[in-house]
């Protein structure tokens, strides 16, 4: 029985012609680039808005026209009661996506759209404008340097199907292609041609992403770089001098709407900085300790009793919002802990809100203490990836003021 040795099984050639089933047309199976291999290869011609099957065979498309008429004549006959299943309402700034027994329709909207029961499967597509930043990450420079760098992203879907049939997550594939462009744009410059060029390798890098991502039916409307701080300076004599701005300390080498918000977050801090010479020093911003002569608190329980004390009428006027912080600690627990300064005279302490937060802030234990210390702006904290926010970014910048009260 085992004495045979094994033999492959005959595999079939490929330089035989193909011969299509019962159902398939003979020109749609045959035409030039039909099995190429990619992912939507086998949809029609979405993109120049040609919804028309060429795949599908005579008998196939008679089947389908008597399943369809069929079914509206049922639903015709039940309509007061399918009518609540089959009318669908659409605003003007969405799309539905129609599988008719598993083939793709045009797009329809916006008003009232007819979706029949068993043989139609929908799904919304919504054509507004959205954003998404990638957080900070490393990147190696051409003279040696190490950079965080970050982006704010705005796009938008502009063929709905298309965002449907060809790509599954769009917003997971969106994130990943801007990441590894960003990566592989910026390794190729200098520290000095990232810090001077911003807004022209922001447009570059637009047209790259959109070269990547036409084919999924959207189109990036804005790229805005954030540069953090200087983790490794660059290799002597292999890039100029740097020229850059002067601005608030902790936030270097943000500028354009970004910069202004920060410094509009800030402007009422009271701290004066002594002008400096043109020339700039490489530092972390966020190694250097405060100046401020102020009791450290071991815990953050120690912290909310001292916010405690400071909470007032006043300060609730002025902020006007309620956080929740995820705290998270070295020996890797996590704790609750909140702020409410939208009512009253405000009230904060361990444990969750009763109602929804207006801003969720997630960090560690560590870095909690050292931004009410004043060691670490909100905003840096950001932009460095060391601080996640969960709703309005300048609500969550208002905890500005409860910090300058600390350091009072």
Known sequence: MFSKSYQLLPQRDSTSPRTPGLFVDTDGFTQRGYHKGLSFDNMPNVSKNDFTDTSQGWVSWICNLIVIFLVYICTCITFPITGWFVLKTVPNYQRIVVFRLGRVCPPKGPGIVLVLPLIDQWQRVDLRTRAFNIPPCQVHTRDGAVLSVGADIQFRIWNPVMSVVSV?????????????????????????????????????????????????????????????????????????????????????????????????????????????????????????????????????????????????????????????????????????????????????????????????????????????????????????????????????????????????
């Not at 270097?252 to 010479?277: N, V, Y």
């Not at 190694?287 to 009793?305: D, I, K, N, R, Y």
């Not at 009253?344 to 302490?349: C, D, L, N, T």
Request: aromatic share 4%.
């Open 168 to 408: 599954q997550d769009l917003n997971a594939s969106t994130r990943m292609t801007a990441q590894n462009a960003l990566t592989h744009s910026l390794d190729k410059k200098t520290v000095r041609e990232i810090q001077t060029e911003r807004v022209k390798l922001g447009e570059y890098l637009g047209m790259d992403i959109n070269e990547l991502t036409q084919h999924w039916g959207l189109e990036v409307d804005r790229v805005e770089l954030t540069l953090g701080s200087l983790l490794k300076a660059p290799d002597e004599g292999t890039s100029g001098p740097l020229i850059m701005p002067t601005a608030v300390p902790g936030l270097e080498g943000l500028t354009g709407p970004i910069q202004q918000l920060a410094m509009h977050f800030l402007a009422h801090s009271g701290s004066s900085q002594p002008q400096q010479e043109d020339s700039i020093t490489f530092t972390d911003e966020f190694g250097s300790a405060p100046q401020a002569v102020m009791a450290t608190p071991g815990s953050v329980e120690e912290l909310l009793g001292r916010v405690e004390l400071l909470l007032s009428e006043t300060l609730v006027h002025q902020v006007g919002a309620c956080f929740q912080f995820d705290i998270s600690s070295e020996d890797g627990q996590h704790h609750s802990y909140y702020m409410d300064l939208s009512q009253g005279s405000g009230s904060a302490g361990a444990g969750s809100l009763c109602r929804e937060p207006d801003v969720t802030l997630s960090m560690s234990d560590r870095d909690l203490l050292a931004m009410f210390q004043g060691g670490l702006r909100p905003f840096a904290a950001y932009t460095s990836g060391r601080l996640k926010i969960q709703g309005d970014i300048e609500t969550a910048m208002k905890l500005e003021k409860l910090i300058n009260l600390l350091k009072k």
